[in-house]
């Protein structure tokens, strides 16, 4: 599979930039190396704890956890130290994992595996009601496939996550680049949407801003609900007028449907488009009898 690194580039999707990385930390730093992408917890709570709230207390802290891209950062030791102890640690560099088991030794309930995001195949299906990250995606959004490595990692997020279960995700991705790949919309992949409501809120300003995304799965009655209260898709002006017949007298009909549309769009209190349209095909068709009569006097 081609990637960045084919092209000159950093494949921050790759286990071996990371491997590095690691390694050159724990020998220029420290063995106890630790560091936080975009903001610690403190900050990522400030926009977390909107959703977190809505988790009845008694259930709070024994959310089944699983963090992404967890590196070296203290971010799961604050959050288990607030009392979230159930925690399944990923990454995709085996030297970090390593270093983790060993800093994190004797912490009961926080694992550490090395995984890539793409293919979680050792993990349950439905079973975690919390997933978090912060970076991970950003680094395959920065992937020579990202097309198709974003939408596969985030196919096996929903997969992994219960019915009910929130997925918080903080990206420097602004909403117009990130948000049509969480609801499947995007025309660059063709994979099908995903069952969960997607919400976006700027985190933390700056340059660039911090963007949370928090995605919540659905179950198939709450999906049906959802899709049943959508509005009907938009009718283009081209496919309202590409099934209408040419007859004489109608030469400026598809003329006239544009601008009801365009009427339509400027004033919500306007006639339907099919309404308009058959009054404007009745009017039309008398024009046309009007002029037969007249030929034949």
């Known amino acids: 599979?081609?990637?960045?690194?084919?092209?000159?580039?950093?494949?921050?999707?790759?286990?071996?930039?990371?491997?590095?990385?690691?390694?050159?930390?724990?020998?220029?730093?420290?063995?106890?190396?630790?560091?936080?992408?975009?903001?610690?917890?403190?900050?990522?709570?400030?926009?977390?704890?909107?959703?977190?709230?809505?988790?009845?207390?008694?259930?709070?802290?024994?959310?089944?956890?699983?963090?992404?891209?967890?590196?070296?950062?203290?971010?799961s030791e604050d959050l288990y130290k607030l009392g979230y102890k159930n925690q399944t640690n990923i990454d995709i560099s085996s030297i970090c994992i390593n270093q983790m088991q060993e800093r994190y030794r004797g912490y009961e309930g926080m694992e550490h595996i090395v995984m890539d995001i793409r293919r979680m195949n050792s993990l349950s299906t439905n079973y975690y009601d919390l997933i978090l990250d912060k970076g991970t995606l950003d680094c395959l959004f920065s992937s020579f496939n990202f097309y198709n490595d974003v939408p596969l990692a985030l196919s096996e997020i929903f997969r992994v996550m219960r019915p009910g279960g929130m997925f918080m995700c903080m990206s420097h991705g602004g909403k117009e680049g990130r948000h049509g790949y969480f609801t499947g919309t995007s025309s660059a992949t063709n994979y099908p949407p995903l069952k969960w409501t997607v919400d976006a809120t700027i985190l933390s300003t700056g340059l660039p801003d911090i963007m949370l995304y928090v995605c919540k799965k659905c179950s198939d009655r709450e999906w049906t609900s959802i899709e049943k209260a959508k509005p009907p898709p938009q009718v283009s002006a081209s496919e309202a007028t590409s099934n209408m017949k040419d007859m004489p007298g109608m030469t400026r009909k598809k003329e006239d449907a544009g601008r009801i549309i365009l009427r339509r769009i400027r004033d919500p209190s306007f006639p339907t488009l099919k309404d308009e349209i058959d009054e404007l095909m009745r009017e039309r068709e008398k024009e046309v009898n009007r002029q037969r009569e007249r030929n034949l006097l």
């Open 1 to 75: 599979m081609a990637n960045a690194a084919d092209f000159g580039g950093i494949s921050y999707g790759e286990p071996t930039h990371w491997d590095t990385y690691y390694t050159e930390c724990r020998q220029k730093i420290s063995k106890n190396h630790k560091f936080d992408w975009y903001c610690k917890l403190d900050k990522a709570m400030n926009g977390m704890w909107a959703f977190l709230e809505t988790i009845p207390e008694e259930k709070r802290f024994n959310q089944r956890i699983l963090i992404l891209g967890c590196g070296s950062a203290e971010f």
